[in-house]
């Protein structure tokens, strides 16, 4: 399965939900909480991830409108 940044995911061994924050060509950078509440940060291969949420993109969104200059 592909993931997509905004996508929550589990490891398939368990633990905490983790935003996705980027993806490359096999691998996704993720964030979560700890139980403490500190930000973790790490990546991990798609192939140990499970997909538990995806966001359905905003309506009127198309990613090949250019954003605006800032």
Known sequence: MEFQPGDVVQLLSGGAAMNV???STSAAFCTWLDNTG??????????????????????????????PEE
């Open 38 to 67: 500190a930000r973790q940060v790490d990546v991990f291969p798609f192939s140990q991830l499970k997909l538990l949420h995806r966001l359905p993109p905003p309506p009127n969104w198309n990613p090949e409108t250019p954003r």
């Open 21 to 23: 924050r980027s993806v």
